[in-house]
C-alpha cells in the first residue's frame, strides 16, 4: 500500500501561483510514477501532469504546458507540481496518484493509489 497526502491547495487571484505537493508513505516512492489530476465541479477527472519515477521523463496536457512543473524528490518521498499563471479554469481538486512502473501514465485507471485531494480555486 501507498498512502498519498495532498498540500498546498488555497485560494489564489488569476495570474498567481501555487505550489501543491504530495507526500508518500508505504512502500518504495521511487518505485513509484506519479501523477497529478484534477476534477472540476461537474466534471470527469482529468489528467494534469506526470512523471517517471527517476523523474527524468514528465508529461503534461496540453492546458498547464508552460505554466505547470511536475518535480519530485525521491529522497524526502514527495512530488510536487508548481502551478504558475493560474485562470479561473484551473479551480478543482487536484489529486496526486501513484503506480509502479518504468513511465509514465496519464491514464486515470492506470494509477493504484490516489490521495484525498486539495482544493485549488482562482479567482477571477
Known amino acids: 500500500q501507498v498512502q498519498l497526502v495532498e498540500s498546498g491547495g488555497g485560494l489564489v487571484q488569476a495570474g498567481g501561483s501555487l505550489r501543491l505537493s504530495c507526500a508518500a508513505s508505504?512502500?518504495?516512492?521511487?518505485?513509484?510514477?506519479m501523477g497529478w489530476f484534477r476534477q472540476a465541479p461537474g466534471k470527469e477527472r482529468e489528467f494534469v501532469a506526470a512523471?517517471?519515477?527517476?523523474?527524468?521523463?514528465?508529461y503534461f496536457t496540453d492546458s498547464v504546458k508552460g505554466r505547470f512543473t511536475i518535480s519530485r524528490d525521491n529522497a524526502k518521498n514527495t512530488v510536487s507540481l508548481q502551478m504558475n499563471s493560474l485562470n479561473p479554469e484551473d479551480t478543482a481538486v487536484y489529486y496526486c496518484?501513484?503506480?509502479?512502473?518504468?513511465?509514465?501514465?496519464?491514464?486515470?485507471?492506470?494509477?493504484?493509489?490516489w490521495g484525498q485531494g486539495t482544493q485549488v480555486t482562482v479567482s477571477s
Open positions: 496518484a501513484a503506480r509502479s512502473g518504468s513511465s509514465v501514465y496519464i491514464l486515470a485507471y492506470d494509477y493504484d493509489y
Open positions: 512523471i517517471s519515477r527517476g523523474g527524468g521523463r514528465t
Open positions: 508505504g512502500r518504495t516512492f521511487s518505485n513509484y510514477a
